[in-house]
T-cell receptor, first 113, second 112 residues
Framework: AQSVTQPDIHITVSEGASLELRCNYS??????LFWYVQSPGQGLQLLLK??????LVQGIKGFEAEFKRSQSSFNLRKPSVHWSDAAEYFC???????????FGSGTRLLVRP | EAGVAQSPRYKIIEKRQSVAFWCNPI?????LYWYQQILGQGPKLLIQ????????DSQLPKDRFSAERLKGVDSTLKIQPAKLEDSAVYLC??????????FGPGTRLTVL
């Protein structure tokens, strides 16, 4: 079955520390992949996307993600976290000819001062 | 450029009542989506419109949920009658065909 898995429900990092949020997908081919961020009471904002080509993609707010076909993964990274990065992060995939997004269950990021 | 607008932002109803949500997409976006986001989960697509036609409503509980986009612009999502398990945030998104989806702020529904 087509699915997106985010294995970490919560992650806590100290401000200034590096961050990696994990995302795995289950699909027979390479999907289009996305990372969204959701702050409390807000809608989802797109951080970055991967369609094809270079497997390291840069996004907004200093985020990047790396697509690894062999691991069916699309992990999100940031070298130095700011307190304003505290939010919920969702990985999503578009897996067929429709434009429907399948979301993971999200990872809540907490930032220690 | 104005974003996706949704109203109301919050709604509290009792079970078996009806409720309606409204969405106005970004101007010119032909594709409109309604997602349901239950607490602790990622959004799940309920229905997708292309202009005023339904592309995908496979996960819409059609015995109680309905949606329309009569003029190919704004859309309404209705629940009648509501159940406790319908408590969720209802997100509307829009896109140009094949492009990035832009999300509205959502409507938080509480069913008591």
């Amino acid at each position: 079955a087509q699915s997106v898995t985010q294995p970490d429900i919560h992650i806590t990092v100290s401000e200034g520390a590096s961050l990696e949020l994990r995302c795995n997908y289950s699909y027979g081919a390479t999907p289009y992949l996305f990372w969204y961020v959701q702050s409390p009471g807000q809608g989802l904002q797109l951080l970055l996307k991967y369609f094809s080509g270079d497997t390291l993609v840069q996004g907004i707010k200093g985020f990047e993600a790396e697509f690894k076909r062999s691991q069916s993964s699309f992990n999100l990274r940031k070298p130095s976290v700011h307190w304003s990065d505290a939010a919920e992060y969702f990985c999503a995939a578009r897996m067929d000819s429709s434009y429907k997004l399948i979301f993971g269950s999200g990872t809540r990021l907490l930032v220690r001062p | 450029e104005a974003g996706v607008a949704q109203s109301p932002r919050y709604k509290i109803i009792e079970k078996r009542q009806s409720v309606a949500f409204w969405c106005n997409p970004i101007s010119g976006h032909a594709t409109l989506y309604w997602y349901q986001q239950i607490l602790g989960q990622g959004p799940k697509l309920l229905i997708q419109f292309q202009n005023n036609g339904v592309v995908d409503d496979s996960q819409l509980p059609k015995d109680r949920f309905s949606a329309e986009r009569l003029k190919g612009v704004d859309s309404t999502l209705k629940i009648q009658p509501a159940k406790l398990e319908d408590s969720a945030v209802y997100l509307c998104a829009s896109s140009s065909l094949g492009d990035e989806q832009f999300f509205g702020p959502g409507t938080r529904l509480t069913v008591l």
